[in-house]
């Protein structure tokens, strides 16, 4: 997470989520993805469980997929 390292690695946090960041710099996409990945590869192994998404993907759509996968579903109320 140090400035100035390539790949820069950052993170938000916001509504109690923590997202991180990977943004590369190189000569050719082919290296620029080669040391995205690899780091990509470090923070899942470190963080294993933690991470629920990559890309755009949000906290809902994730839950929505896995009650999908698993045949669940999930029922809310409000009161008025």
């Known amino acids: 997470m140090k400035r100035g390292n390539n790949p ?6 916001a509504a109690g989520m923590v997202s991180i960041r990977v943004i590369t710099q190189a000569k050719d996409t082919g290296e ?3 040391k995205s990945d690899m780091i990509v590869a470090t923070l899942r ?3 294993g469980e933690l991470v629920i998404g990559e890309g755009d993907a949000t906290l809902p759509h994730v ?3 896995l009650l ?7 029922s809310t109320a409000e009161r008025l």
């Open 8 to 13: 820069l690695v950052g993170t938000t946090v």
């Open 32 to 34: 620029a993805t080669a």
């Open 45 to 47: 192994q470190r963080l």
């Open 63 to 65: 839950v929505g997929d």
């Open 68 to 74: 999908r996968k698993k045949g669940q579903w999930l």
